[in-house]
């Protein structure tokens, strides 16, 4: 028969042995996860970066295409103002010559587009 005070001590030992071994797996268990909780968070840390790189990137790029929208609004604008300005002095200069001729060419201008208005508002 065995002893019942030595088996007793052996279960002991057993189970101080298994419970080192739990804490041990428990402790690198822990390690890992740790691990890949740093891994993931850096790689959060990263994703977040290159998304605000991008992000303002973005928004760089959209205020040169607003900036050079305006400065070729604005360049459009002035030419025609510019060539509002000369047709206009084209016309004193010619009504200078022969005002008639000036006057005539405006009425036939004005019965053109009342026609073409009629023709499109018939439809």
Request: glycine share 6%.
């Amino acid at each position: 028969m065995t002893d019942p005070i030595r088996n007793t001590g052996d279960t002991t030992a057993t189970t101080d042995d298994l419970a080192a071994r739990v804490d041990e797996q428990a402790d690198a268990t822990a390690n890992r996860v740790g691990d890949a909780a740093k891994d993931a968070a850096d790689r959060v840390e990263d994703l977040t970066a290159g998304a605000s790189d991008a992000t303002k990137d973005a928004r760089d790029a959209a205020a040169e295409t607003a900036d050079a929208i305006s400065a070729q609004a604005r360049e459009a604008m002035a030419k025609a103002k510019e060539a509002a300005d000369e047709g206009t002095a084209y016309v004193k200069a010619k009504y200078k010559e022969n005002p008639g001729l000036v006057i005539a060419v405006g009425a036939a201008a004005v019965v053109g587009v009342a026609a073409v208005l009629r023709a499109l508002f018939r439809r």
